[in-house]
C-alpha cells in the first residue's frame, strides 16, 4: 500500500503542483491520503484527454463501479483507486460525494454547451466543492459540517477561475463551458468563440464571470474565521484565483492566450496564504 501511497504523491507533484504544495501544509500523517483523493481527482478530470463520448463514459463508470464495490479484482492493478479505497476506510470520506464529482464530469466528455450559469454552479459545486469538502474531512478527521458553506464558496471560486484560465484549450477543442445564458444576455454568438473573435461583447461577458469569482471570494473570506486552522490546508489552492483574475484585468489581457503565473509566484502565494489564512480569498 505504501508503494500505491507513493504513486499518487509522483502524480500530485507532476500534474497539480497547487495541491501538492497545499498538501504539505497539512500534518504528515494525513498527507497520503489527500494525494490519494488529488489523484484521484487527476484521473477523472482528465478522462477527456484520453477518450471522448461513451469510451470516456466507460472509464469515468470504471471508477463509479470502484466506489461502489462492484469491481472485482482490478484495484489491486491501479495504485489510485487502491489508495482512494484505503483512504475512504481511513477517514470515512462520502462516496455519494465522491460519485457525483464523476457524475458532473461526464459533461466533459461531450461539446455541448453549458446552458445557465446555475447549471455551471452546480457543476462547480460537484467537480470542486465536492474535492474541497473531501479534503476537509481529510485534514479535520471528520467531516467538517462548519465550513460546509466556506467550501460552496471556495468552491465556486475556484472553479470560475480555472475555467476562465482554461478557456484558450475548451475554446480550441470546441467546448463552451461558458454559460449560454450569460454569453445571450451580453449579445456573445458561438461563432465569436469559434473564430476567437475577442469581441466587447466577449470581454464583457468574461468580466462578469470574474466579478461572479470574486463575489463568492469575498463571502468566502467572511467565513473562514469560522473555519478550524486544522481545515485550512484543503482551502489552500484557492490562493491563486485572487492573482489569477487581476491578470485577466491587465490591459495586455488576450482572453484565447494562456494566462501563465510562474511557478515560483504560485508556490510564494500559497505558503502566505498558509501563513495568514484570510489571504486564501483575496481578489
Same mark, same amino acid.
Given at each position: 500500500m505504501q508503494d500505491a501511497f507513493a504513486y499518487c504523491e509522483a502524480q500530485v507533484r507532476a500534474r497539480d503542483r497547487d495541491r501538492f504544495l497545499s498538501a504539505l501544509f497539512a500534518p504528515a500523517q494525513q498527507r497520503a491520503a489527500l494525494f490519494a483523493l488529488y489523484a484521484f481527482n487527476l484521473e477523472v478530470a482528465r478522462v477527456r484527454e484520453a477518450a471522448l463520448g461513451l469510451a470516456g463514459e466507460i472509464r469515468l463508470q470504471w471508477w463509479a463501479d470502484i466506489l461502489a464495490g462492484q469491481a472485482r479484482g482490478e484495484v489491486e492493478g491501479n495504485p489510485v483507486a487502491a489508495a482512494l479505497l484505503a483512504a475512504i476506510a481511513q477517514y470515512g470520506l462520502d462516496t455519494a460525494r465522491l460519485a457525483a464529482l464523476i457524475d458532473a464530469h461526464r459533461f466533459d466528455l461531450y461539446d455541448e454547451p453549458m446552458s445557465t450559469l446555475a447549471d455551471f454552479e452546480a457543476y462547480a459545486d460537484a467537480v470542486t466543492t465536492n474535492?474541497?469538502?473531501?479534503?476537509?474531512?481529510?485534514?479535520?478527521? +471528520?467531516?467538517?459540517?462548519?465550513?460546509?458553506?466556506?467550501?460552496?464558496?471556495?468552491?465556486?471560486?475556484?472553479?470560475?477561475?480555472?475555467?476562465?484560465?482554461?478557456?484558450?484549450?475548451?475554446?480550441?477543442?470546441?467546448?463552451?463551458?461558458?454559460?449560454?445564458?450569460?454569453?445571450? +444576455?451580453?449579445?456573445?454568438?458561438?461563432?465569436?468563440?469559434?473564430?476567437?473573435?475577442?469581441?466587447?461583447?466577449?470581454?464583457?461577458?468574461?468580466?462578469?464571470?470574474?466579478?461572479?469569482?470574486?463575489?463568492?471570494?469575498?463571502?468566502?473570506?467572511?467565513?473562514?474565521?469560522?473555519?478550524?486552522?486544522?481545515?485550512?490546508?484543503?482551502?489552500?489552492?484557492?490562493?491563486?484565483?485572487?492573482?489569477?483574475?487581476?491578470?485577466?484585468?491587465?490591459?495586455?489581457?488576450?482572453?484565447?492566450?494562456?494566462?501563465?503565473?510562474?511557478?515560483?509566484?504560485?508556490?510564494?502565494?500559497?505558503?502566505?496564504?498558509?501563513?495568514?489564512?484570510?489571504?486564501?480569498?483575496?481578489?
Open positions: 474535492l474541497i469538502k473531501s479534503a476537509t474531512q481529510i485534514v479535520l478527521g +471528520r467531516p467538517g459540517s462548519e465550513t460546509e458553506e466556506l467550501a460552496h464558496h471556495t468552491g465556486i471560486a475556484q472553479a470560475i477561475t480555472g475555467l476562465l484560465a482554461a478557456f484558450p484549450v475548451h475554446s480550441g477543442r470546441g467546448q463552451l463551458y461558458l454559460p449560454l445564458d450569460l454569453l445571450n +444576455r451580453h449579445g456573445v454568438g458561438r461563432e465569436h468563440i469559434a473564430e476567437k473573435r475577442a469581441s466587447p461583447a466577449l470581454r464583457a461577458a468574461l468580466g462578469e464571470l470574474r466579478s461572479i469569482a470574486r463575489h463568492h471570494l469575498r463571502q468566502a473570506r467572511q467565513l473562514v474565521g469560522r473555519a478550524p486552522a486544522a481545515a485550512l490546508p484543503a482551502f489552500l489552492p484557492v490562493a491563486l484565483a485572487g492573482p489569477t483574475l487581476a491578470r485577466m484585468e491587465r490591459k495586455e489581457y488576450q482572453p484565447f492566450a494562456p494566462i501563465i503565473v510562474p511557478p515560483w509566484r504560485r508556490q510564494w502565494l500559497i505558503w502566505r496564504a498558509a501563513r495568514r489564512p484570510e489571504r486564501i480569498f483575496e481578489g
